[in-house]
């Protein structure tokens, strides 16, 4: 132990200096808030987004469309990915797991089944959603397509 590695006990010394506590205190006067304007004042709080006058980024940015809040998102699938499916791994029944657990959709996902491809095997299915063309095609070779 030597002079450089000396410290002061733990707690002995505070971390916070406290500001607006008169002259004596090193931090009193404007008590680090700088002279005049808004910030220097009491009860200041800046609006979201201010830049110092300078326009805002949100009013910068050009704004057009319609977001509706209300969208459904689905996962597509299409025939031809279920028939590698049937080819690989030999299933005649899919449903939400099926396809979660071979990596097509995860388990939050709504499925929506479409047409392109070809099916060649009668298969069971079951998923969220299906295209009008996804059910003739599947139920054309006996399958059934079941919205859950």
Known sequence: MDLSNLKPAEG????????????????????????????SRSGYSSKLGFEGGQMPLYR?????????????????VNLEVIQNLVDSKGVTVIDISILVAN??????????ILAKGD??????????????????????????AVKI
Not at 20 to 32: A, E, K, L, P
């Open 12 to 39: 002995s010394v505070k971390k916070e200096k406290r500001i607006g506590r008169g002259q004596g205190s090193g931090r009193g006067g404007t008590s680090t808030r700088g002279n005049k304007g808004a910030k």
């Open 60 to 76: 910068r940015v050009p704004k057009f469309g319609f977001k509706n809040i209300n969208r459904v998102e689905f996962r597509g």
């Open 103 to 112: 990596g097509l959709a995860s388990k939050n996902d709504k499925v929506k």
């Open 119 to 144: 099916l060649k095997a009668k298969i069971d299915i079951s998923a969220h959603s299906f295209s009008a063309s996804a059910i003739k095609a599947i139920e054309a070779l006996g399958g059934t």
